[in-house]
Each structure stands twice: as C-alpha cells, then as structure tokens.
T-cell receptor, first 114, second 111 residues
Framework: NAGVTQTPKFQVLKTGQSMTLQCAQD?????MSWYRQDPGMGLRLIHY???????DQGEVPNGYNVSRSTTEDFPLRLLSAAPSQTSVYFC?????????????FGEGSRLTVL | QQPVQSPQAVILREGEDAVINCSSSKALYSVHWYRQKHGEAPVFLMI?????EQKGHEKISASFNEKKQQSSLYLTASQLSYSGTYFCGTENGYNNNDMRFGAGTRLTVKP
C-alpha cells in the first residue's frame, strides 16, 4: 500500500494564480481531510469529507475548494492564490468507524505564493 | 476551537522525563497524540477515548481526564529519537470528524 500520496511536493505560485493540490489514498478510508501547517500555529483543518459526494468546512476554509468524486481522491483547489496561503499542506485519511481513529498523513506539499 | 498545549518547548538530556499537557474549553470525546519530525508528516502515537484512561506506547504513555477536559503525554527515560514536535488532536463527539490540533510542543533531547 502506498498510503496517502500528495502531489506536488513543492510549488511556487504568483498571486492570483490557481492550482490544485492532489491527494490520493489506497486504504479505502471513508474520511479524508486537508490541514495547513504554519509556524507556531500547529495544524489547522481546512476541509474534510466523510465519503464520496460529501464535503464540509473546517476552521480555515476561505480561499479553498474541495470535491470528493471518488473514495480515493480528495483534491484541494486554490482559485486565486494569496501570499497568506503560503504554507505546508497535509492531506490525511482514516476510517470513520471503529475506535482506532488513527489519522494517516501524506508527506506534505510546500506552497509558496509570491 | 484549538486545544491549548503546554509547554511550547522542552529541552531534555537523555534519560530525563517530560510531561506535555493538552486542554480544551469544550467537552472531549477523544484525544489523539502525534509526533512530527522536522520536514516529515505527523505520525500517530495513541488515541484516548474514555475518561481516566491511560495508554502506553513503549516508554510513552498518556492519560485523559474527561472531567477536566485535559490530557497529558508522559515521556519517561527519554531517548534521542523522541526529539520532535508533539501535537494533541481533539474531537468533541463520536464521528464528529472535526479534529482540531494544538499548536505543538517542541521536544529536544540532547546526549
């Protein structure tokens, strides 16, 4: 199993450009989520999904869109990038049932917006 | 709402102990603990689901006080490999699916 795979690992954008961060998991997890990590702020939840066709907002959703057309994929879209979106982005997944609750994280995508 | 972690940073010598605390202003259903090495993804350590429950992972254990809405992570006889940033993640209900993380505690273990 590859686990959670994120692409790209690094990206530099200019203000106003759009891009999509890709996330795929091969563990048949119902739940997938996106976090951003900034120095001193920990991990902040952007959006999450509990299954195909279902998405919901986390604590910092503004400026980001998501969709979940398949169980495996959960892309994060930045429609008009801003310098404040410079961050490291992590995708994570887990099963929604059962008590283990372990979140599996991808390796992260480092985004710089100039 | 993000849980509050303390301390922000700890420096230890090998073999020393440390405690990292995590508290929430809302009732908790579960507390997760993760460790992140520099430049890597967070890695799951343990989850605590019931009040007063203590769980262990090698020489790392944790407790969960449901009434006080707090959890503590205990690192005993620390090793160099324990260095990293520790995060607690909290959920307020079963299948809440909205896990919030604390700002992290940076632990440095020196020889």
């Amino acid at each position: 199993n590859a686990g959670v795979t994120q692409t790209p690992k690094f990206q530099v954008l200019k203000t106003g450009q759009s891009m999509t961060l890709q996330c795929a998991q091969d563990m048949n997890h119902e739940y997938m989520s996106w976090y951003r990590q900034d120095p001193g702020m920990g991990l902040r939840l952007i959006h999450y999904s509990v299954g195909a066709g279902i998405t919901d907002q986390g604590e910092v959703p503004n400026g980001y869109n998501v969709s979940r057309s398949t169980t495996e994929d959960f892309p994060l879209r930045l429609l008009s990038a801003a310098p404040s979106q410079t961050s490291v982005y992590f995708c994570a997944s887990r099963h929604t049932s059962g008590d283990t609750g372990e979140l599996f994280f991808g390796e992260g995508s480092r985004l710089t917006v100039l | 709402q993000q849980p509050v972690q303390s301390p922000q940073a700890v420096i230890l010598r090998e073999g020393e102990d440390a405690v990292i605390n995590c508290s929430s202003s809302k009732a908790l259903y579960s507390v997760h603990w993760y460790r992140q090495k520099h430049g890597e993804a967070p890695v799951f350590l343990m989850i605590l689901l019931k009040g007063g429950e203590q769980k262990g992972h090698e020489k790392i254990s944790a407790s969960f006080n449901e009434k006080k809405q707090q959890s503590s992570l205990y690192l005993t006889a620390s090793q160099l490999s324990y260095s990293g940033t520790y995060f607690c993640g909290t959920e307020n209900g079963y299948n809440n699916n909205d896990m919030r993380f604390g700002a992290g505690t940076r632990l440095t273990v020196k020889p």
